[in-house]
């Protein structure tokens, strides 16, 4: 079975510019999880989607940071515009159903490195 | 108080040693536990759910203790495999919704 599959890999940008992720989860997974794991911290909930609608979203930075599923599928995570604070790596995870003992499957991530 | 705390490390600890990790939370609506471990550059692999009697997989016991508030790892003849970063990880419940707060993790090397 595929895993949990992100890209790209690896992304350099200067302060002030945009950035976007993609994410394409486990199939048949209903949630959907953005994580921000800056170094030496464990991962902090950025967003999560049920389907295509949007669960949590405390902690997401919305002056600069947006995220959708439109599809219920794929997301994508944007940062526009990007502060050097934004360095980090960005998780996607997903379940098959968000509740309390559902296991969540990481994806490899995406290491964002902002100059 | 953060919500989830764990020992700062690191440990470094002799190939067969016996090492254990420790994990406090404070919300007392927790609902569900887990130990996630963490290869360096790689991303979280869930290592062990946390049951309210305590649960064993071969090498490694979890136990929790809600009275507490405190959840441990106990990793047993450690293997130089064994290292990397542990992350303690609760799941709080608001509304119908289910989070997972992380710790900071603890990280282990094993040495030969």
């Known amino acids: 079975e595929a895993g949990v599959a992100q890209s790209p890999r690896y992304k350099i940008i200067e302060k002030r510019q945009s950035v976007a992720f993609w994410c394409n989860p486990i199939?048949?997974?209903?949630?959907l999880y953005w994580y921000q794991q800056i170094l030496g911290q464990g991962p902090k909930l950025l967003i999560q989607f049920q389907n295509n609608g949007v669960v949590d979203d405390s902690q997401l930075p919305k002056d600069r940071f947006s995220a959708e599923r439109l599809k219920g599928v794929d997301s994508t995570l944007k940062i526009q515009p990007a502060k050097l604070e934004d360095s980090a790596v960005y998780l996607c995870?997903?379940?098959?159903?968000?509740?309390?003992?559902?296991?969540?499957?990481f994806g490899p991530g995406t290491r964002l490195t902002v100059l | 108080r953060k919500e989830v705390e764990q020992d700062p490390g690191p440990f470094n600890v002799p190939e067969g040693a016996t090492v254990a990790f420790n994990c406090t939370y404070s919300n007392s609506a927790s609902q569900s536990f887990f130990w996630y471990r963490q290869d360096c550059r790689k991303e979280p692999k869930l290592l062990m759910s946390v049951y309210s009697s305590g649960n064993e997989d071969g090498r490694f016991t979890a136990q929790l203790n809600r009275a507490s508030q405190y959840i441990s790892l106990l990793i047993r003849d450690s293997k130089l495999s064994d290292s990397a970063t542990y992350l303690c990880a609760v799941n709080i419940q608001g509304g119908s919704n289910y989070k997972l707060t992380f710790g900071k993790g603890t990280l282990l090397t094993v040495n030969p």
């Open positions: 995870a997903s379940s098959f159903y968000g509740s309390s003992y559902n296991e969540q499957f």
């Open positions: 199939s048949g997974h209903a949630t």
